[in-house]
């Protein structure tokens, strides 16, 4: 075979090999997120049970389907194709349950929706917070003292370690310190940024304090305008002192602990204006980023963290009133979403 057939026979073969990866590039596109089934669909991760209960009445069509020990619902809410799944408390389950409904269902956006602790004090029971941001606080480098943190050299430089410094503790004493008597008292305890890769971010990565809500499910967000309840449907005789409200905007933060330290509470309200407090929605933000989907979350307040006043706290749970006011919220964004884009 003369030289040019050879190049022709090898221009060929790498035109059909390139347009076989293209065709296996396409076909992986196109199923990604669905091994289970691949209709497009909003995933609905809800933290608190009573609440997917109500979503679950009014969603149609429904099939089930039970994946690694977790129920999901797939059907029609609102007019949006939906599948609803329970976490779970804890960043650990919510981690583990929102990848696993990305990997076994067709994604387009995703949304949380639960209860939580209030850190702004001006917020009441009852209210239905929408953040713009969220964060991880107790994402932490704990130091011996409240100097800014040196361990490669220079204060604030933790590359050696593969981590970052936040920009909320960067300077002396801006660790979370304990009141006293004599003044305050460092904890060592400074916020860091988390490393998360994505596609967009490939190979380097990036470290992120926060992240934000989809602007357009934010933008639908900001006009929904449903009636929230004082009183709970299961027992009418139980009601809020106050006209619960939406809340939009701040920063809603989550960790592994359970808030109930008022200094605490005070110190994240005071460093990084935070809102609320839970154990989930963060670390539902960070899965979601990672896997570039759009995401937004609503979260009904029970108490405020750490607070000594827990008059309504029986009358959020007992009468029914979380569940009720979360889930209207939840219903009236849906029902928003799916006629500014009908499927």
Same mark, same amino acid.
């Given at each position: 075979m003369s030289f040019s057939r050879i190049k022709r026979a090898c221009a060929v073969a790498l035109f059909c090999l390139t347009l076989s990866a293209t065709q296996i590039n396409a076909q992986q596109k196109r199923t990604k997120g669905c091994l289970t089934e691949c209709q497009p669909r909003i995933g609905i991760v809800s933290a608190f049970g009573g609440e997917a209960e109500v979503l679950l009445a009014e969603t149609i069509n429904k099939q089930e389907y039970v994946i690694n020990g977790n129920l999901y619902t797939t059907g029609i809410l609102r007019g949006n194709h939906v599948v609803i799944v329970l976490t779970g408390i804890s960043i650990e389950n919510a981690t583990m349950v929102t990848q696993l409904t990305i990997d076994h269902f067709n994604i387009h956006h995703l949304l949380l929706s639960g209860i939580a602790g209030g850190v702004n004090p001006d917020y009441k029971v009852g209210d239905v917070l929408i953040p713009r941001r969220w964060a991880q606080p107790l994402e932490v480098y704990w130091s011996a003292n409240s100097n800014v943190p040196a361990p490669c050299g220079t204060p604030r430089d933790l590359s050696c370690l593969g981590l970052k410094l936040s920009r909320f503790t960067s300077q002396p004493n801006s660790d979370y310190q304990i009141p006293t008597p004599n003044g305050p008292v460092g904890t060592g305890l400074f916020m860091r940024d988390t490393f998360v890769r994505n596609n967009s971010n490939f190979p380097n990565g990036e470290f992120k304090f926060d992240y934000a809500a989809d602007p357009e499910m934010y933008a639908v967000a900001q006009t929904i305008a449903p009636?929230?309840?004082?009183?709970?449907?299961?027992?009418?005789?139980?009601?809020?002192?106050?006209?619960?409200?939406?809340?939009?905007?701040?920063?809603?933060?989550?960790?592994? #602990?359970?808030?109930?330290?008022?200094?605490?509470?005070?110190?994240?309200?005071?460093?990084?204006? #935070?809102?609320?407090?839970?154990?989930?929605?963060?670390?539902? @933000?960070?899965? @979601?980023?990672?896997?570039?989907?759009?995401?937004i979350a609503f979260r009904s307040l029970s108490d405020l963290a750490g607070g000594d006043d827990f008059t309504d706290v029986s009358a959020l749970f007992a009468s029914g009133l979380a569940e009720s006011n979360s889930s209207r919220v939840t219903l009236g964004f849906l029902e928003a979403w799916s006629q500014k884009y009908p499927e």
């Open positions: 009636k929230l309840d004082r009183c709970g449907p299961k027992n009418p005789s139980l009601c809020v002192a106050v006209q619960p409200r939406i809340r939009r905007g701040g920063r809603g933060i989550s960790g592994p #602990a359970f808030l109930a330290n008022p200094d605490y509470r005070r110190y994240v309200f005071k460093t990084i204006r #935070a809102v609320s407090v839970d154990m989930e929605t963060t670390a539902f @933000a960070h899965v @979601a980023y990672a896997n570039e989907i759009p995401f």
